[in-house]
């Protein structure tokens, strides 16, 4: 029992040892916590507010979308012909941080020039990265290329559109309801309003000409078929799918929205979503105590490590206290 009464006793006089640093170091820690809170006010007042615009979106109903006479052809025969809008759903999302929605983008609305850094509206082209930060960047593997390619546009729409579902209580309360948020931040309210509002059209834009094609190209397949068959029963089943593939078309054609229903429209508040002052605040009290701690346990480190060599007391002299030098110096 006596190496470990000898374990407990030196580990509790590690401990002591420990907190009579932190407390004698006291004055580097209002040191440190005052800077961190100086420079967390000096970020809040610097930082551009972004304001956040939500949209809450959900699959198209089927029933909804489902014709007569494609309704009835499903009772007949078991099958549905139209597209499965849980997957023309699933595919939206994955568009939404796609390169070829941010193709889209760049070529048709041009946000690219306005969301990305670069853009020289006098001129009219893209400047070379310079400075620290695009060397930084290079070193990285992260440079920009120059003009943005489709790709790199595409990781910066994944970092800032963000998906949220709002059933999140397990896979069953998402089967039932699969309704999503859509936010994006800008620096304007009606600014993030507009390019979410865009960033939705164009997505459904690129799902749309997708399946606008393959039912374009049933529809000619099937008036082909009609125009060499001559048995009764068969032209009959052709017609039928003639019927539901017009129908399929017509939707995909005047439909305001293809493969999504938009529940909530784009809106926005005038409140900013960041930065948050409490948030700021807090990381900055927090990262302040941490520094002051570090730099106080370095200080015991470095005097134990000494008064193993020399015999001196640990705290002799006393940890030093910056607030008095401070003072002594705001006195003079």
């Known amino acids: ?18 907190l009579r640093a932190l407390w004698q170091g006291r004055g580097i820690f209002v040191l440190c916590v005052g800077a961190a809170v100086l420079l967390g006010f000096f970020y809040l007042a610097v930082a551009k507010p972004r304001y956040r615009a939500v949209a809450t979106i959900s699959p198209i109903s089927s029933s909804a979308s489902l014709g007569k006479a494609q309704g009835a052809f499903a009772a007949i025969t078991g099958m549905t012909l139209g597209g499965d809008h849980d997957a023309d759903f699933s595919d939206y999302l994955l568009v939404l941080h796609s390169a070829t929605l941010a193709d ?44 943005p390619s489709a790709s790199y546009f595409a990781e910066y729409l994944t970092a800032e559109v963000m998906i949220t579902p709002l059933s999140s209580t397990g896979p069953a309360a998402m089967a039932q309801n699969r309704s999503y948020l859509v936010s994006f931040d800008h620096t304007d309210p009606m ?16 799902m749309r000409q997708s399946q606008m094609q393959t039912t374009q190209n049933r529809v000619n397949y099937l008036h082909e078929q009609l125009r060499t068959t001559t048995e009764i029963p068969l032209r009959d089943g052709l017609q039928s799918l003639l019927t539901s593939e017009q129908q399929n078309l017509m939707s995909e054609r005047v439909d305001q929205y293809y493969s999504i ?18 948030l700021a605040m807090g990381i900055a009290l927090i990262a302040g105590l941490l520094i002051g701690a570090t730099i106080n346990l370095i200080l015991l480190w470095r005097r134990f490590t000494r008064a193993e060599a020399t015999g001196r007391p640990v705290f002799d002299p006393p940890f030093p206290n910056p607030m008095r030098r401070l003072e002594a110096l705001w006195n003079r």
């Open 1 to 18: 029992m006596a190496p470990l009464d000898s374990e407990s006793r030196n580990d509790d006089f590690l401990l002591i040892l420990i």
């Open 104 to 147: 889209r983008l760049a070529k048709h609305d041009g946000l690219d020039k306005e969301l990305l850094n670069g853009w020289d509206p006098v001129v009219k082209q893209w400047r070379q990265p310079s400075g620290p930060m695009a060397f930084l960047r290079w070193l990285l593997g992260r440079s920009r290329p120059t003009p």
């Open 191 to 206: 600014g993030a309003m507009r390019i979410l509002n865009a960033i939705l059209h164009e997505a459904d834009y690129v």
């Open 261 to 278: 229903k938009i529940v909530d429209q784009p809106h926005a508040d005038n409140v900013p979503a960041s930065p948050r002052a409490i």
